[in-house]
C-alpha cells in the first residue's frame, strides 16, 4: 500500500507542484508521456467493452439461433395444409416477432433456411422459399445484386439461387459475361439453376472465355439437373467464342445428340486446332459413318497431330469402307501417321487382320516389327 501512496505523491510532484519550474524540453516530454498513457488506457478501455459487448451478443443471438431452428423444425413437421402459403401464414406472426431488424439475426435466419432448402426438395422446399419471401428476406441479397463489390454480388447470387427466387433471371443473364471468373461461373451456375425454361440462354451472350473449370462446374450442374430444358446444343456450334463451342461439344457427346452430326462434321476445318480435334474424336465415339468421306476428303491438308485423330476415328468408325484409304497410309513416311493407319486398319477385325497379313508380307523389316506389335497389342485407336 505504502508503494502506491508513495507512487502517488512523486506523480503530484512531478506533474502538479513543480510542473511549471520544469525546463520546456521535460514539460513536452512529460505532456507525451501522459497523452500515451492516455491513450492506452482508452484503447483497453475500448477493447473491454467491445469484448464485453461481443460475449453478449453472441450469448443473445446463441439463444436466438435455437429458438429460430425450433421453429423452423416445427414448420417443416406441420402436415395440415398443402399449400406452402397458408403454412407460413400460420407460422409467420411467430417469425415476425423475431428481432430481425438486427442483421446478426437476419443472417442466423436466412443461413438455417439455406442450410435447410439445400437437404430437402418439393414441397419442404417450397415452404421455406415462401417463408424467405414473405419475411421480406430477400430484399438484402436483391440490393447486393448492384453492389460495386462483386464479391458481395456472388454472396447475393448463391442466396438467391438457393432460395429458388425465379424472378431475377434478367439480372443475373448481365453477369453472365463478367469479366471476373469467380462472378461469371456463380451466375452461369445460377442462371441454369433458376431459368430452367430456357437455362442456356446465357451462351448468346458470353464473350468472355468459358474456362475449363467453368466447363466442368457447369457441366456437373447441368448433368444433375433432370428437370432442365435441354436444347440441340449444335445450335452453338458456329459460336465466335470458341470456348462455348467446345463446351456445346461435350454436351452434345454426353447426351448423344445425332443431329448435331452434320454440324460436327463442318468443325473438321474449324480454324482452333483443339476444337477440331475434339470434333473429330467425337465423330469416331459417336460412330458417324456419314463423316468418313468429309475425313478423307479433308486429310491432306491438314497438320500431323489431326492425321492422327482422323485415322483414329476411321479406326472406331470402323465401317470397312476407308480401307483403302487407311492401307495407303500405313505405309506413309510420318511415323505417328504409320502407326495411326495400321491400328485403324486392325480395328475392322477380321477384313483388317486380313490386310495386315497382306501388309506384313510386303514390308520391310521396320515395318514388320511394327505391324507385329500393333498386332500382338489390345485394340486401341
Known amino acids: 500500500m505504502d508503494i502506491f501512496v508513495s507512487a502517488g505523491n512523486y506523480l503530484h510532484d512531478l506533474f502538479i507542484s513543480r510542473f511549471s519550474a520544469h525546463p520546456l524540453y521535460i514539460t513536452l516530454s512529460l505532456l507525451i508521456m501522459l497523452l500515451c498513457v492516455i491513450g492506452i488506457a482508452e484503447v483497453l478501455f475500448y477493447i473491454l467493452i467491445r469484448r464485453a459487448t461481443e460475449f453478449y451478443q453472441l450469448k443473445r443471438d446463441a439463444d436466438l439461433k435455437e429458438r429460430i431452428i425450433t421453429m423452423l423444425a416445427n414448420i417443416l413437421v406441420f402436415h395440415d395444409s398443402d399449400d406452402p402459403g397458408l403454412v407460413v401464414s400460420h407460422f409467420i406472426p411467430r417469425f415476425a416477432k423475431l428481432p430481425l431488424y438486427r442483421s446478426s439475426i437476419r443472417r442466423i435466419l436466412v443461413s438455417e433456411l439455406i442450410s435447410n432448402h439445400r437437404n430437402f426438395s418439393g414441397r419442404t422446399a417450397q415452404v421455406l422459399t415462401e417463408l424467405y419471401m414473405q419475411l421480406k428476406l430477400d430484399k ?4 447486393n445484386l448492384h453492389s460495386p463489390h462483386w464479391y458481395k454480388q456472388i454472396e447475393a447470387i448463391r442466396e438467391l439461387t438457393e432460395m429458388n427466387v425465379k424472378d431475377e433471371c434478367d439480372r443475373i443473364l448481365k453477369y453472365t459475361n463478367h469479366r471476373q471468373p469467380q462472378l461469371r461461373i ?3 451456375i445460377a442462371f ?3 431459368c430452367v425454361d ?3 440462354r446465357f451462351l448468346d451472350i458470353v464473350k468472355e472465355p468459358v474456362l475449363d473449370w467453368h466447363q466442368l462446374i457447369l457441366f456437373e450442374v447441368i448433368t444433375k439437373t433432370e428437370t432442365m430444358a435441354r436444347p440441340r446444343f449444335a445450335f452453338w456450334l458456329n459460336s465466335e467464342n470458341d470456348s462455348v463451342v ?6 452434345i457427346e ?3 445428340q445425332f443431329d448435331a452430326l452434320p454440324n460436327l462434321i463442318y468443325l473438321i476445318n474449324h480454324h482452333n486446332l483443339t476444337i477440331r480435334a475434339t470434333a473429330i474424336e467425337i465423330l469416331g465415339r459417336m460412330e458417324a459413318e456419314m463423316a468418313e468421306s468429309h475425313l478423307v476428303a479433308a486429310f491432306t ?3 500431323t497431330k489431326i492425321k492422327v485423330k482422323i485415322l483414329n476415328t476411321l479406326g472406331l ?3 470397312g469402307g476407308c480401307l483403302a484409304f487407311l492401307n495407303s497410309h500405313a505405309k506413309n513416311k510420318e511415323f505417328p501417321v504409320r502407326m495411326a493407319a495400321i491400328r485403324a486398319i486392325k480395328a475392322h477385325r477380321q477384313s483388317g487382320r486380313e490386310l495386315l497379313d497382306t501388309l506384313f508380307n510386303e514390308a520391310i523389316a521396320q515395318d514388320k516389327a511394327i505391324i507385329k506389335h500393333v498386332l500382338d497389342e489390345r485394340i486401341k485407336v
Request: with cysteine; net charge positive; glycine share 0%.
Open 254 to 256: 454426353y447426351y448423344q
Open 301 to 303: 491438308n491438314q497438320p
Open 192 to 194: 441454369v439453376k433458376l
Open 246 to 251: 467446345s463446351f456445346c461439344l461435350k454436351l
Open 317 to 319: 468408325i470402323a465401317s
Open 140 to 143: 438484402r441479397a436483391r440490393k
Open 186 to 188: 456463380e451466375a452461369q
Open 198 to 200: 430456357n437455362p442456356f
